[in-house]
């Protein structure tokens, strides 16, 4: 298991990005599979650093990779606690202008993404994806 620890602050994107993508070339991914993957880890990285943590606040955030057939991602911080899988998806029925903001990088997260996974405990947010090699193997 590889694990990075970034203070939670957009500027550190890249950072955690270039943490998964030297992970991700160490297996066979598909490039579709791996552009997905980073993705959803630029989105879920982005908004822990820009909720997580009120403003006066600095915290953390632990990113592990670990590969068991599939990418398996995990992100842990000590922020407030957010279930992003409660949110409701957004309709695409609605005319983008009349839509809530909101919502939209959850719902591709959890469509490009084969797992996506929330647990509250020990006081941190622990926010699970996983994805398969070939990026075939979602459940839908």
Do not use: W
Request: glycine content about 8%; overall charge negative.
């Amino acid at each position: 298991m590889a694990v990075i620890n970034v203070k939670a602050k957009t500027d550190n994107t890249g950072k955690a990005m270039d943490f998964v993508a030297a992970e991700l070339k160490r297996y066979d991914f598909t490039a579709a599979a791996r552009a997905e993957i980073l993705i959803a880890v630029e989105e879920i990285f982005v908004n822990i650093a820009s909720y997580a943590y009120d403003p006066v606040e600095e915290g953390d955030v632990r990113l592990s990779v670990v590969f068991d057939g599939k990418a398996v991602i995990q992100f842990e911080d000590s922020g407030l606690p957010f279930n992003p899988l409660d949110r409701c998806d957004p309709d695409p029925d609605i005319p983008i202008l009349e839509r809530n903001i909101g919502g939209l990088g959850i719902h591709f997260v959890k469509n490009m993404m084969d797992d996506v996974e929330y647990v509250y405990a020990g006081g941190k947010n622990i926010l699970t994806i996983s994805k398969g090699l070939s990026g075939s193997d979602r459940v839908s």
